[in-house]
């Protein structure tokens, strides 16, 4: 009997989560193979934000910096790193040019295809470089028209996806939940396919008798630093549509930051949608329905990138609770690390005797490096730092001379990384 590769793949999907499944919890390790009481230490620090983050097979770890400007604060093209385990002191390999004239990059998700090209989504647009440290180049762009571009992953036939954060309005900002498709050698200006969107957390603005009101729907706030308004100017948290994964048997996951939950989505081998959609006709009739919500929990709150294990377990950083989550194949939902409080009872800079270079400070993006799990953090100014208000605390800070970080947790994993791409 002959098998398809997508067969083939889910059979070693299963071999793989039984074998890990019989692993014997040593005395570091809970019953499922997870950390317990796991520590961080930061690995490498950056003069500028680092949100995305992304891994090769040779083991190297690649991020992006993000709003970066020179001594007169006007903006420059955005660095593009490698690290490794081994030697953590970044090397520039590329550069990010800026969207326009005198506008800042906004570099967030990363991703690397079969051959070792790099991907890199900021401000609208996703670029493309080979890695090059000896000659850094400039990325160029590989799909444009992709507003709000934030997660990106390529599935196991070298198609892009594409996930759509937040986009900015006149009066403040929304969350539309897109997800883009591009097939594989079809980039270009109108290369992305909107194949669906994860349902947005309350409906378009909407003015009636000359009075704006926030539409249907519901806002999310966390404390601090809170503002207790209800206005479309001060949307709370809108992004429904973060981090995004494949897993062996080819469904898509995404992480839904305003609600705490993690969505599952059922493709064919095209890559045309299989979930349910249009339950809410208050929205566009490619919207998901909530029956695909694959699991909600509050310790998702706040979920950001998310990566996988060969298990099939989804490893998380809730970045407004300055914590690593892990979501595991029965549904069941784990808290591995959070920040320790310090004395003013916050979680945003550690107490002298634990030290700030072993805390996390808006933890954005994970990556399992074989049985190394990091992350990427970002010191976030303003409203969204929330656990990591106020932002000038901890190791970096929105006025430097560090504003980014990766940090990995001290603890092997017992369960590797799942390698990428599929």
Not at 108 to 134: H, K, M, Q
Not at 296 to 311: F, K, S, V, W, Y
Request: proline letters at 8%; glycine letters at 12%.
């Amino acid at each position: 009997m002959k098998f398809s590769r997508k067969v083939w793949c889910g059979l070693f999907g299963m071999a793989i989560t039984v074998l890990f499944a019989g692993v014997n919890a040593s005395a570091k390790n809970g019953p499922q193979g997870f950390p317990q009481n796991a520590t961080f230490t930061t690995l490498s620090l950056f003069p500028w934000q680092t949100e995305g983050l992304t891994g090769d097979k040779q083991g190297y770890l690649y991020t992006a910096a993000r709003n970066v400007v020179d001594g007169s604060n006007a903006p420059q093209p955005c660095p593009v790193y490698r690290v490794s385990l081994d030697n953590p002191s970044p090397v520039v390999v590329g550069f990010i040019p800026l969207p326009a004239p005198g506008v800042a990059c906004v570099a967030s998700g990363l991703a690397l295809d079969d051959t070792g090209e790099l991907f890199i989504a900021s401000s609208g647009v996703v670029y493309s470089l080979i890695p090059n440290d000896a000659s850094p180049p400039t990325a160029i762009p590989y799909v444009t028209g992709v507003s709000g571009a934030n997660g990106i992953a390529f599935d196991r036939n070298g198609n892009l996806w594409i996930s759509q954060g937040f986009v900015n309005i006149a009066n403040g900002m929304k969350g539309d939940g897109r997800i883009w498709m591009v097939a594989a050698g079809t980039p270009g200006p109108t290369g992305a396919i909107e194949k669906f969107r994860v349902q947005p957390m309350r409906t378009e603005p909407i003015t009636i008798a000359g009075v704006l009101f926030d539409g249907i729907g519901r806002q999310v706030r966390s404390f601090p630093p809170g503002i207790l308004t209800n206005t479309a100017t001060v949307p709370g948290d809108v992004i429904v549509a973060n981090g995004i994964a494949f897993n062996h048997a080819g469904e898509l996951l995404i992480a839904d930051t305003a609600r705490g939950a993690i969505w599952k989505i059922h493709l064919d081998g095209k890559g045309n949608l299989l979930s349910e959609t249009n339950c809410d006709k208050a929205f566009s009739s490619n919207t998901l329905c909530l029956s695909n919500i694959l699991v909600a929990h509050p310790l998702l709150e706040a979920t950001d990138g998310i990566a996988l294990d060969m298990a099939g377990n989804i490893w998380g950083t809730a970045n407004g609770r300055q914590a690593i989550v892990v979501v595991t194949q029965d549904g069941s939902v784990q808290e591995i690390f959070r920040n320790p409080l310090n004395a003013a009872g916050l979680r945003n800079e550690a107490d002298p005797s634990y030290g700030n270079d072993h805390i996390l400070e808006f933890p954005s993006s994970p990556f399992l490096l074989g049985d190394r799990f990091c992350t990427a953090s970002f010191d976030a100014a303003g409203l969204s730092s929330r656990d990591n208000y106020p932002s000038t605390a901890g190791e970096i800070s929105p006025n430097g001379p560090n504003r980014g970080k990766i940090s990995c947790m001290d603890q092997d994993l017992i369960i590797p990384g799942l390698p990428l791409p599929l």
